[in-house]
C-alpha cells in the first residue's frame, strides 16, 4: 500500500497507521471529511479480500426494526433496482463471503471475494443498497421481509413475513429463551434489554413509517464504519467510494451511541416457563443460571484473559468450576458463555438439566468453588495449556471457510463500535500470550476472579423450566389477538390490508426487468478458471500399512490422522463406537486423570480430536467406507510427546469408570438435545438418507437420532447397564484398534513425516491382535415416511431419493441446478412466498439428491413444491447471462479459498472415496459448459429423486399431526 498517495487524497483526513505484524499488515484509520464516515484500512498480501459497512444500530424495542431493515436494504437499491440483488450475487459471483448481520448494537454488511473484478461489483452493490435501498418507493419490501397480514383458507386472520418466521423459529427452543431472558436480565435499561432480531409477539406493531425513519436515522456515513482488508488498491477504493457515495452526504449528528447499563446494587431475578414437548421429560430443560455484567471497554490483554479464566474455570474438560459442578450431580450439563460483543461483556454459568429448587444449592456450589478458587489459586499447568492452546489457535488463523480478513474486521469492531479512534485496539495479541504467561505467576487470574465475579454485584439469576401448555397458550393468545383485531377493523381497513397484500403478491410475482437484472455487474464464463483444484495425494507405506501423505506448507504444523477402518465392525456394536468416541481422552488413563490428560494434550497440541467418518465408495453403487480417526495437529518438535499421549489414551483408558462415563455421557445428551432442537433439518436430511443408504443408516447410529435414543435408554437404565456397556466398549476398543485396521493419513512436511513414521510404527505394534467377533456394519434401513414431533414452532421439510439407482450418472451439470433450485425455484417458492427462512438442495457423487427447508411454517404445501420441481425444470429457460450466472455461483462454491490444512483434508476425502483428478476436471467441464438443454434434461434426475416417496420432517406436534396422512409414521423427536 503507498501511504503517499493515499495522503494525496484529500477527501479523506488520515488519523492513524500502525504496523499490524501478526498479520503482516499495515492498518491505516481515515475519516471522510465531508460525510464523517470513518474508514479502517488493513492492507496486506491476503488475496481473499473483505469489504464491509457497518452502522450503529440500536434498538429501542422488540420489533426486529434493525433485523428486518437488514433484510430490506438487500432487496434493490436505485442503481440496481431488482427484487432480491442478494440472491442474484450469491447464484453469480465469486464471492467468499456475502452476508448481512443484525447484532444488539450493530448491523453488518461483508462481503469477500478473491477475484478484482468480483469484489468491486460486490462492494458496488452493497454501498447502493445501504445508502439507496429501495425501501422508500416499495412498501411490499417492508411487508414481505418483515411482517404483513393475511387470511387463511377459513378466512381468519394471519401474520406472515421473512423476518417474522425467522424469528419464531430461533426464539423456540429452550437454550434460545434462556440466552435471550439472559440478556434481558443484565441489561434492562438499554438496547440490549430488547430482543434485536425482533420477538413475533411484538414485530406486528412496527409500521412502515417506523421503519423507514430507523433507515433515515442510522443509515448515514457518520454513523458507519468501512472496512477494506487485503490485497488490493486501497487509494481506487477509498476514491471510488467519495465519488460515486460518500462524497453526497454532509456530516450531521446521530445519535446511536450504545449507552452503559447502571450498575446493580440488587441482583436480579427471572425466571420464564417454556414449553413442554409430548413425552418429555421437564428436568431435561430446566436452566439455573447465573450471568454477570463485566465492565466496558477492557485493553487487549483482557480480551484473552477472559478466554484463559473461562478455559480454565468452565470450559475444559475439568476445569475447575465445571468439574465441581458436574460431580455434585446438580445438573446434566454444565457449560458457560462469554457474550465479548457488546460494550459491557456478559459472562454466563449455566447448569442444564436439573429442578429449580436446586438453586440455592447452585448458587452456593458456584461461590464456595469461586471463592477456594481465589484462596487456593487456579492450577497454574491448566492455565498455561489454556494459554498455549489460544496462541496456537491465534499463530494458526484457521477460520475454516471464512476468510480471515472478515474475522479480523469484526475484532476491530469490539472496540471501534465503542471509541471511534480505536479501531485496532484489539489487533496484535501476540505480544500478550508472553504477559499472560507472567499473569499465571503473580496470581493475576485470582483476582479477575474476585473483581469480576465474587465482588460483583452487577449479575442476574435466571432460570427457565418446561411447562405444559406454553406453546398451547402462546397460540391460543396469538389466534386470540388476531380474532380481535379483524373484529375491530372497519371495512376501509379491511380494503387496505387486501391491497396491501395485492400488492405484495403482484410484487412477488412480477420478474424483474431484464434490462434491470443487467444493470447488475456480472462476470463472463471466460473469466472463470478452466482447471480443477489439484489434489494432493502420495501414497507410501509402513510395511503393510498405508500411508497417504500430502506435502503442503503448513508452517511448521503436523497434522496427523491415524485412520481406522471399521468395515469389519458388526452391526450390533455401532452404538458402542458412537460411545467409545465421546469416552476417549475425556475419562482417566493410567498416568493421568481426565483434567490433567486434557492439560497435557493442550500443552503438546493445537487440537487433538476423536471422530467416526463414512465416504461414499463412487465406483460402487451404494459402497462406502466407514473409518474411527484419531486427529492432532502439532508443533513438529511436539511429535514425540504428542504420541506418547495417544499411546496413554487407546491402551489405558479406564473404561470401567462408571461414575465418569455417566457424567459425559448425560452432558452429550443434553447438547445433542439443543442441537437437534436447532438443526432439525439436519435431523430431517439424515433421517431421510438413513431410509436410502447403508452409509447414512451406520452415520445415525454412531452420531444421529438412533444413538440419541440408545444413549437415553442406556441412561435412564445404567446402574444395569452399566457393566455390559464396559464389557462392549472393551469389546470395541479391541475390534477397532488392531494393525491390520490401521492407515496413516498426514499433511506437512516430507522431513515431519521422516520424523513421524518410526512413532507410527512403535504405535502399531501396540494395537491389538487378540481374536475378536468381525462382522459388517450393515443395518436394515429406516423406514420412509417419518415425522418428528418437538415442541418447536416451525418445521424442517426434507424429500431425499437416489437417481443413480435410476441408473443416471452424477454430472457437473448437477451443480448449476442446486444453484438453480436453492437461489429460484425453492427460494422463490419455499423462502419468499412459503414463508421459510431458507431452502437447500444437493446431489451428491453417492446418486443420492436431497431438497429441504428450514424453519418453515408449512408442511404438505412444501412437499407439493418439491414435487412439481420437475415440471418447472422441464420447462426452464435462460439467457447467456442467467445461465452464466449460475455457473458462477457454483464455480464460486468449488473454488472456495482452503489453507493446507483443508487442501490436504479434501485430498483425503477424495482418495477414499476413490475420485480422481481427470473426473474432477470432467465435472468442472460439464459445469462450465451447462446450457438451458442440459438443465431441462437435469428433470428426469430429480424425478427419480422424487419416486423414491423418501419423507422426513421435523416440527411442530400439532401441525405433524394435522397432516399426519403425509407419514408412515409420526413419532417424538425426543
Ligand atoms: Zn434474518
Known sequence: MNLEELKALTAYEILETRDLSDISATGVLLRHRKSGAKVALVSNEDDNKVFSISFRTPPKDSTGVAHILEHSTLCGSRAFPVKDPFVE??????????????????????????????????????????????????????????????????????????????????????????????????????????????DPEVIPELTYEQFLEFHRTYYHPVNSYIYLYGDMDMAEKLRFMDEEYLSAFDRIEVDSEIPLQKPFTETARVHRDCPLGEGEDPEENTFLSVNFCLPAHQNKKFYLAMRVLDYALMSAPGAVLKRTLVESGIAKDVYSSYDRLLRQPAYSIVGKGTTLDREEEFLRLVRETLESAVEKGLDEEMLMAAINHFEFQYREADFGSTPRGLMYGLDLMVSWLYADEEAFALTQLGECFGELREDVKSGAFSRMIRELFLQNPHKSIVTVSPRAGVEEEREARYKERMKRIRESMSEAELVGIRKTLEDLRAFQETPDAKEDLEKLPQLLREDLKKEARPFYNEERSMGDTKVLFHELDTHGIGYLRLVFDLGRIPAKDLKYVGLLKLLLAMVDTDSHDYD????????????????????????????????????????????????????????????????????????????MQATMFSAGHHVAMHRAYAALSQEARADEEVSGLEFYRFLSGLLSAYEERKEEM??????????????????????????????????AQCLKDMLFTDATETGEPILPLLPKGEGLMNSGQVQFVCRAGSFRKRGLPYTGHLMALKNYLNYQYLWVNVRVVGGAYGCMSGFGRSGIGYLLSYRDPKLSETVKIYEEAPKALAEFDADERGMTQLIIGAVSDLDVPMNPASLGSRSFSAHMSGITYEETQKNRDELLSTQPEDMRGLAKYLEAILSDQCLAAVGNAAKLQSESALFERLENLM
Request: glycine share 6%; with cysteine; proline share 4%.
Open 89 to 198: 450475487l450469491v447464484k453469480g459471483s465469486l464471492n467468499t463471503f456475502l452476508n448481512a448481520i443484525t447484532y444488539p448494537d450493530k448491523t453488518v454488511y461483508p462481503i469477500a471475494s478473491c477475484n478484482d473484478k468480483d469484489f468491486q461489483n460486490l462492494m458496488h452493490v452493497y454501498l447502493d443498497a445501504v445508502f439507496y435501498p429501495n425501501v422508500y418507493r416499495n412498501e411490499s419490501i417492508f411487508r414481505q421481509e418483515g411482517w404483513h397480514y393475511e387470511f387463511d383458507d377459513e378466512g381468519n386472520l394471519q401474520v406472515n413475513g421473512v423476518v417474522y418466521n425467522e424469528m419464531k423459529g430461533a426464539l423456540s427452543a429452550p437454550d434460545d429463551i434462556l440466552d435471550r431472558e439472559i440478556m434481558n436480565s443484565l441489561y434492562p435499561d438499554m438496547c440490549y434489554g430488547v430482543e434485536s432480531g425482533g
Open 596 to 671: 490433567h490428560l486434557n492439560t497435557a494434550l493442550d500443552l503438546v497440541t493445537g487440537g487433538y480430536t476423536f471422530g467416526v467418518s463414512t465416504y461414499p465408495v463412487v465406483a460402487e453403487a451404494g459402497a462406502f467406507k466407514l473409518t474411527f480417526e484419531v486427529r492432532s495437529k502439532y508443533l513438529e518438535g511436539k511429535l514425540p510427546e504428542m504420541m506418547a499421549l495417544t499411546r496413554e489414551i487407546l491402551f489405558t483408558s479406564h473404561l470401567e469408570d462408571a461414575v465418569r462415563i455417566r457424567e459425559i455421557l448425560e452432558e452429550e445428551k443434553s447438547e
Open 726 to 759: 464396559s464389557t462392549h466398549l472393551r469389546e470395541v476398543l479391541h475390534q477397532i484398534f488392531r494393525p491390520e485396521n490401521l492407515m496413516v493419513d498426514f499433511i506437512g512436511s516430507g522431513k515431519a513425516l521422516e520424523e513421524l513414521l518410526p512413532e
